[in-house]
């Protein structure tokens, strides 16, 4: 992947003194004048991520954002340079570093290559180990699979202790091992018998196998160089995305300043169907319960009378996931077989956009077909009266209309209407 060299991105730092020098600090990092450093680490590392260059090749005003999320944190991440900012503003700032470091400007990726170690590069670096990938799983309701959807959701991981940069000091001064000389194992030698020795290689009990040593303990990770967090992630659900589909975040499973994270792969399941309150929107009652879906296409169980499936002359509305109706109806003696499946087009789920057909226009959203299964049900029994008058108009076209079950199906039977 070809990268933005370092001249460009001095411009950028250069342009973006210049004409986002108006946009508060604070606010590019979507933080108050109150908050923490802390809350100042994890804002700039959540954002230089989200904006970094590899992740948005050739989107310049990424990179804008990148340069201006380091210049943000450069300057509220210095107590002194905080200071000077908060009470006199950009120029100050300016006059402070002009008067301080001649003016020179500072190198975005070696801002984030400190705070996060490696060449502040994302991407699969000769000699970096990647960390393992982190999997979950969410369950939504079929409606969101028919509608697209964002979703916020939460997870624990392993981070970076934003307090010591994943260093463990307090003060970020970390010491070679004295006893092992930075190899995190000692040589020791065993003699098993006279003029006969071992040589065992055992981990440093000085430094615990790091080959480094901490004088002052980071107070917020213990020394550890990473804590436990909970971030919030969006999950974008797109119009017709298979269950069981995957969704990729990069780089944002467990962290560690040893390797580079892995991907968080969330895989987007099918909730089990549930009936919504009666006083809840229509389409939650029938998100599930009465919808199945099968890939493209879905599926609708409808239940008829005896009369209605005889005698035809009915109508009746569905309402659709999204709250639209589908009208099903029978003209006045037309018949409707048990079990018969009437298919409506375009009322299924919408296609995703990975398996629209060769040559579709991707802005037009098209939908796979509704199934609709009809189920009659038969009466428990019948009125004396109205037992024989229907038996009466039975006999009368049994006679004239009727058909040979036992000749057509080539087994013993009697004759039906």
Request: overall charge negative; charged content about 30%.
């Amino acid at each position: 992947m070809l990268l933005p060299s370092l001249t460009a991105l001095l411009f950028w730092s250069t342009f973006v003194l210049q004409v986002l020098c108006a946009e508060d600090f604070y606010k590019l990092l979507g933080l108050d004048k109150s908050a923490s450093d802390r809350d100042i680490k994890k804002a700039y590392r959540r954002l230089s991520k989200k904006y970094h260059p590899d992740k948005n090749p050739g989107d310049e005003e990424a990179q804008a954002q990148f340069v201006a999320v380091a210049e943000a944190y450069d300057a509220l991440s210095d107590e002194e340079s905080r200071r000077i900012y908060d009470q006199y503003g950009h120029e100050g700032l300016k006059n402070h570093k002009q008067g301080n470091r001649g003016g020179g400007g500072h190198d975005p990726f070696d801002i984030f290559s400190r705070f996060f170690g490696g060449s502040g590069h994302f991407g699969h670096q000769p000699g970096v180990r990647r960390g393992p990938d982190k999997n979950v799983a969410i369950r939504l309701p079929l409606l969101d699979f028919y509608m697209g959807v964002e979703k916020q959701f939460e997870i624990e991981k392993q981070a970076i202790c934003s307090a010591c940069e994943g260093s463990g000091s307090r003060d970020g001064q970390v010491d070679t091992c004295e006893t092992c000389g930075g190899h995190g194992v000692r040589i020791q030698k065993h003699m098993l018998a006279p003029g006969i020795f071992q040589q065992v290689q055992m981990q440093c009990n000085a430094c615990g196998g790091k080959g480094k040593t901490i004088r002052h303990v980071c107070p917020v990770c213990s020394g550890q160089r990473v804590v436990r967090e909970v971030e919030k992630h969006t999950l974008v659900v797109e119009k017709g995305m298979p269950r069981g589909a995957s969704v990729n975040f990069e780089n944002e499973a467990d962290e560690s300043p040893d390797w580079e994270a892995g991907d968080l792969v969330v895989e987007v399941n099918e909730a089990e169907p549930t009936q919504g309150d009666e006083g809840s929107d229509p389409s939650l009652r029938t998100d599930g319960t009465y919808f199945r879906r099968r890939g493209k296409d879905l599926f609708w169980r409808e239940v008829l009378s005896l009369r209605e499936a005889w005698m035809g002359d009915w109508t009746r509305n569905i309402t659709h996931l999204d709250g639209h109706v589908v009208r099903l109806s029978r003209k006045r003696g037309q018949v409707t077989q048990p079990h018969q499946v009437e298919v409506v087009a375009n009322e299924g789920m919408p296609l995703w956009h990975r398996q629209l057909p060769e040559g579709s226009d991707e802005n037009e959203t098209l939908y796979g077909a509704l199934h609709v299964e009809y189920v009659v049900v038969l009466p428990d029994q019948m009125e004396g009266g109205m037992e024989k008058e229907f038996w009466a108009v039975w006999e009368k076209w049994r006679s004239k209309k009727g058909v040979h079950l036992g000749k057509d199906s080539g087994r013993p039977g009697h004759d039906e209407l």
